[in-house]
Nanobody, 120 residues
């Protein structure tokens, strides 16, 4: 069993910054891709950013140039630095990890979500 524990959400004024963290723990052999998704009220969950084990990154167009994803593979932790936050960034942010077990089995895990609120 693997757990993803997120932290760092909160309330910030427009133009401000927040840094999200997500630490994976449990019987992990390897983690391929780690990422952040978000879900705003009344909308579907969408990809924000993801990073592969080799460091390759992908970003949603809406956050390019403002958000930066990084990871510490030794700690099985992924970060999301969010700058120049806008009211449209308001959502619950979820961490995701593509975990590989020693047997070769892969499984997708999700964190519990952390709320990000931006005041205008």
């Amino acid at each position: 069993q693997v757990q993803l524990v997120e932290s760092g959400g909160g309330l910030v004024q427009a133009g401000g910054s927040l840094r999200l963290s997500c630490a994976a723990s449990g019987s992990i052999f390897n983690i391929n891709v780690m990422g952040w998704y978000r879900q705003a009220p009344g909308k579907e969950r969408e990809l924000v950013a993801r990073i592969s084990s080799s460091g390759r990154t992908n970003y949603a167009d809406s956050v390019k140039g403002r958000f930066t994803i990084s990871r510490d593979s030794a700690k099985n932790t992924v970060y999301l630095q969010m700058n120049s936050l806008k009211p449209e960034d308001i959502a619950v942010y979820y961490c995701n990890a593509d975990v590989v077990y020693r047997s070769g089995t892969r499984y997708d895990y999700w964190g519990q979500g952390t709320q990000v609120t931006v005041s205008s």
